[in-house]
């Protein structure tokens, strides 16, 4: 059996290995187009910074290694240009020269291919992506002719990353993004404590606004924005996005679904039986949603490749979706989410609902604790965990992959608030964050308070006559409150609720929503129409510091 794989990285190089693990007979061939068969792609940002301090530390491993070890023929800088489905071969380039090779299987991983906005001198020297290890050394050598200025286009992961990288660096950085908000496949407000941090650490950050030309004489000196605004600029970094390589697929009529995506079914076979895909170029199913996308991410292009190398091989494995579980690091902070975001939920036209919850990464009696905010979206009335969203100093990771788990699995809210967890005061809490926002929402569905979430309160205070209740200390109080809050600390509304309007509708906040939901459950009980802001005041200005 003869078994080509178009592409290495993490999906190609994946389904290589374990083809060969599982079959030590077949030949297997891999064909890379660039110079290193496999590379740690996301590490490319943190080399720029100098976290990563050498290039050889991307490396994962060689094509003497392959060999050596798996008996694997590696062949780098050679182009596929074309398939033969019929003769049921490969047209491969080779220094300007073509030749063919057949297979019995074929596996697709060509992966992704940057995005590049289409305006005036993009192709200015001095215009980098961040994609490949040759991107990384044009950059660092770039970097050593003199820059003092760097423009990053993109507030995605890439972009990010690489505005903080060039601002550890010592460069002066301006991060430009279309959008509103940072980051958008998370809920607008978590752009908030991002932007902070990043600022704070010296990144100048234009929203809103989109490149209009990049301009210059012989290299890159300045970008054009649309509004008009004129940036210096010594280096512009291109991070928008990413697309499908997946031109290969069709030219071998290969199926593309409605996402963009090869079709493929859960054992990654396309459309042509002897063909296999995996990777950026494949469209997986939501786990949430059911419905067909595309998520290029490192963890789910590593699982598809190691199950396509398995199933080209005789192997019976399956594939049975994602959830779009990311992180990303700025400066100190983390974000991190998994399954669908509340906007999404909203496009959907899925009834359901959202909460915030305000916890410590461990013990506060502990040293270090450091706070963060879990958002999470479920289902009504069933209590299916949708998706769930993350900020804070530590332990975002840990928490997030738990909720990752129990969507997987099916849990409810009511099976998250019961999870049987590790905790000792230097991990965690005895009721763990995760299990802190299960036992909130389940609260909700219980129907013990009514709740609404800080958008919503805006709403609220748009369109209705509403008190505003500060349940904290007048210590907090004086130290930031919500314009229009009337203080009445909850240790003394025992003695204090009759001075409240009845015939008002009350929402009760303090720091987290601990405190608040006390105070709710009394005034529910003594009959006033109350609510609970979720999240409470940090959670209403995302504060996690």
């Known amino acids: 059996m003869k078994i080509v794989i178009v592409g290495g990285v993490a999906a190609g190089?994946?389904?290589?290995?374990?083809?060969?693990?599982?079959?030590?007979?077949?030949e297997i061939i891999v064909f890379e187009k660039g110079p290193y068969v496999s590379f740690a792609n996301c590490g490319l940002p943190y080399y720029v910074g100098g976290d990563i301090p050498k290039k050889e530390h991307l490396l994962l491993i060689t094509p003497a290694l392959f060999k050596r070890r798996f008996n694997i023929d590696i062949r780098i800088d050679q182009e596929v240009v074309d398939i033969d489905i019929v003769e049921k071969s490969v047209v491969v380039r080779k220094q300007g020269e073509e030749y063919k090779e057949t297979y019995d299987k074929l596996i697709l991983a060509t992966g992704s291919k940057p995005v590049i906005p289409e305006i005036e001198g993009i192709d200015l020297p001095g215009v980098h992506t961040v994609f490949t290890v040759p991107d990384v050394e044009r950059i660092t050598e770039n970097m050593a002719e003199g820059v003092s200025s760097v423009v990053v286009l993109g507030g995605g992961f890439i972009g990010i990353e690489t505005a903080e990288a060039f601002v550890n660096k010592g460069f002066s950085t301006t991060l430009i993004h279309r959008r509103a908000a940072l980051m958008k496949t998370y809920d607008p407000e978590f752009s908030q404590p991002l932007e902070r941090e990043l600022k704070d650490m010296g990144l100048n950050i234009i929203l809103g606004k989109s490149p209009k030309a990049v301009k210059g004489k012989d290299k890159v000196e300045e970008l054009e924005l649309d509004d008009g605004t004129v940036l210096?600029?010594?280096?512009?970094?291109?991070?928008?996005g990413v697309r499908p390589r997946i031109e290969l697929a069709k030219?071998?009529?290969?199926?593309?679904?409605?996402?963009?995506?090869?079709?493929?079914?859960?054992?990654?076979?396309?459309?042509?039986?002897?063909i296999y895909a995996a990777g950026d170029i494949v469209e997986s199913i939501h786990l949430v949603t059911g419905q067909k996308?595309?998520?290029?991410?490192?963890?789910?292009?590593?699982?598809?490749?190691?199950?396509?190398?398995?199933?080209?091989?005789?192997?019976?494995?399956?594939?049975?979706?994602?959830?779009?579980?990311?992180?990303?690091?700025a400066g100190e902070i983390t974000l991190a989410r998994t399954g669908i975001s509340e906007k999404e939920a909203c496009?959907?036209?899925?009834?359901?609902?959202?909460?915030?919850?305000?916890?410590?990464?461990?013990?506060?009696?502990?040293?270090?604790?450091?706070q963060m905010i879990i958002k999470i979206i479920v289902e009504e009335p069933t209590g299916r965990v949708l998706g769930a969203q993350g900020v804070g100093y530590a332990g975002v990771d840990k928490r997030i992959d738990i909720i990752a788990t129990a969507i997987y699995a099916g849990l409810t809210v009511f099976d998250l608030e019961h999870l049987d967890l590790a905790y000792a005061p230097p991990f965690s809490s005895a009721k763990d964050p995760s299990i802190m926002a299960g036992m909130v929402a389940a609260n909700i569905l219980r129907e013990e308070f009514r709740h609404v979430t800080p958008k919503a309160l805006d709403d609220m205070r748009k369109n209705e006559d509403i008190l505003l209740l500060d349940v904290r200390t007048s210590r907090e109080y004086e130290n930031g409150a919500i314009d229009g809050a009337v203080l009445m600390p909850v240790d003394r509304i025992r003695n204090t609720y009759q001075e409240l309007d009845?015939?008002?509708?009350?929402?009760?906040?303090?720091?987290?929503?601990?405190?608040?939901?006390?105070?709710?459950?009394?005034?529910?009980?003594?009959?006033?129409?109350?609510?609970?802001?979720?999240?409470g005041y940090d959670g209403y200005t995302m504060d996690v510091c």
């Open 251 to 274: 030219k071998a009529d290969l199926k593309i679904g409605k996402s963009g995506g090869i079709v493929v079914d859960e054992k990654m076979v396309t459309s042509n039986p002897d």
């Open 502 to 535: 009845p015939s008002k509708k009350i929402v009760v906040y303090c720091k987290v929503g601990y405190r608040a939901y006390i105070a709710s459950r009394f005034l529910m009980q003594k009959g006033y129409d109350v609510y609970n802001l979720s999240g």
């Open 13 to 26: 190089a994946s389904a290589a290995t374990k083809a060969r693990r599982t079959n030590e007979d077949a």
């Open 232 to 240: 210096k600029a010594d280096m512009v970094i291109s991070a928008i």
């Open 293 to 329: 996308v595309v998520i290029p991410l490192a963890g789910s292009a590593n699982k598809q490749g190691r199950i396509a190398g398995a199933n080209a091989v005789g192997k019976d494995m399956k594939f049975k979706g994602v959830l779009g579980t990311s992180i990303i690091k």
């Open 347 to 370: 496009e959907l036209g899925i009834k359901h609902f959202a909460s915030y919850t305000s916890s410590f990464s461990h013990a506060t009696y502990y040293p270090g604790a450091r």
